[in-house]
């Protein structure tokens, strides 16, 4: 059973148009991540839900807007794409430690969004 | 700001050859360091982390010791394998919750028969 998983996994779409990315954990973690991998393979945070609160947006364009439906789901929804928002998206979870922090973060298998 | 440099790639050896990727930070306090392994075609897996210094962690035969000293967490492995070839990733919290990493942009390594 694949831990963490997005759909989809290639997602080609034209500029200006508004796409959704969902994730899902069967992991019971209780906060999940989104991640932009660009081009050259590095990898910047964009936020962090931890119990269907927002903890972390990393100056994000509001065009980004992560949406939480319940514990297991973090899903990314884009408004008007714009060509640099081409990149490989990934979510992640993980499970808090009872110390105020959390343990490994699990990571999914990645989103490539290609904008035209 | 924190940050994590990573020596550039892209690296190739062969087969059981030694291997090193360098990795320094600058961050705040005293982070917990990693180190992510991504397989082509695959979402990053935790390889090894250490928590304080001199700690090292190890894991499939790869190894990092945590360098207070020389702000360092270097992965190494005495022999790889073709299934070793990978980006590998080396990242830091400083937040102390685990819940903001750091990464550095990632080396790729490939390893021939």
């Known amino acids: 059973d694949t831990a963490v998983s997005q759909t989809p996994k290639y997602l080609v779409t034209q500029m200006g148009n508004d796409k959704s990315i969902k994730c899902e954990q069967n992991?019971?973690?209780?906060?999940m991540y989104w991640y932009k991998q660009d081009s050259k393979k590095f990898l910047k945070i964009m936020f962090s839900?931890?119990?269907?609160?927002?903890?972390i947006n990393e100056t994000v364009p509001n065009r980004f807007s992560p949406k939480s439906p319940d514990k297991a789901h973090l899903n990314l929804h884009i408004n008007s794409l714009e060509l640099g928002d081409s990149a490989v998206y990934f979510c992640?979870?993980?499970?808090?430690?009872?110390?105020?922090?959390?343990?490994?973060?699990?990571f999914g298998p990645g989103t490539r969004l290609t904008v035209l | 700001g924190d940050s994590v440099t990573q020596m550039e790639g892209p690296v190739t050896l062969s087969e059981e050859a030694f291997l090193t990727i360098n990795c320094t930070y600058t961050?705040?306090?005293?982070?917990?360091l990693f180190w992510y392994v991504q397989y082509p075609g695959e979402g990053l897996q935790l390889l090894l982390k250490?928590?304080?210094?001199?700690d090292k962690g190890s894991n499939k035969g790869f190894e990092a010791t945590y360098r207070k000293e020389t702000t360092s967490f270097h992965l190494e492995k005495g022999s790889v394998q073709v299934s070793d070839s990978a980006v590998y990733f080396c990242?830091?919290?400083?937040?102390?919750?685990?819940?903001?990493?750091?990464f550095g942009s990632g080396t790729q390594l490939t390893v021939l028969p």
């Open positions: 250490a928590t304080k210094a001199d």
């Open positions: 961050a705040t306090g005293y982070p917990s």
């Open positions: 990242a830091l919290d400083s937040s102390g919750s685990a819940r903001q990493l750091t």
């Open positions: 839900y931890n119990n269907k609160e927002l903890i």
């Open positions: 992991l019971g973690h209780d906060t």
């Open positions: 992640a979870s993980s499970q808090d430690n009872g110390g105020g922090g959390t343990d490994t973060q699990y």
